[in-house]
């Protein structure tokens, strides 16, 4: 599968039937920060590091079960509709991330799941929102979601300088 280059050392692959879109992060010296695996394999080889936006298998079923380095947020980690929860995921238990020249903040964004997150490059303006936000300006709820926790994030979401919105599912797209 071909990735497209979207920003300077951020490409996606983008989702598949029922598949999420898949972004790949160079940290300048060739090391790989993935962010959702999508439903079935489409990364190469094992990433540095997998950041997990949700539970759900279309996000996480790409996992190789030898992947070392994957994360996800304790509000995900139970036998939710539509989980798939990889065997060897460990919490996040940091708030920030600095990866080559990215500063990633994770946003703790519940409404998809109780779960989802959001990371933010708050210098480069750039948004993962996984199922949080799509292009079309609404996320999901439809699948066991929360509409009034998915409201509150939306809240967070739309106070934050975004230039370039990386959804979990669609086009990426400028704001």
């Not at 509709?81 to 060897?88: A, E, N, R, V």
Request: proline share 4%; glycine share 12%.
């Amino acid at each position: 599968m071909g990735a497209d280059e979207v920003a300077r050392g951020v490409k996606v692959i983008y989702g598949q039937e029922l598949s999420s879109n898949v972004y790949l992060l160079d940290d300048g010296r060739g090391k790989i920060l993935a962010i959702d695996s999508g439903a079935y394999p489409v990364i190469n080889s094992e990433p540095a590091m997998l950041i997990l936006t949700h539970a759900h298998f279309d996000h996480t079923g790409g996992v190789d079960e030898d992947w070392k380095n994957v994360y996800l947020h304790e509000g995900d980690f139970f036998d939710g509709p539509f989980f798939k929860i990889p065997g060897q995921a460990k919490k996040i238990d940091f708030e920030k991330l600095r990866w080559g020249n990215f500063n990633l903040e994770i946003l703790h964004t519940p409404g998809h799941t109780l779960g989802s997150i959001c990371l933010f490059d708050r210098k480069k303006g750039i948004l993962f929102s996984g199922d949080t936000l799509f292009a079309d300006g609404v996320g999901r709820t439809d699948l066991g979601g929360d509409e009034e926790l998915m409201e509150k994030s939306l809240s967070l979401i739309r106070e934050l300088d975004y230039k370039l919105l990386c959804p979990g599912h669609g086009p990426v797209c400028k704001r």
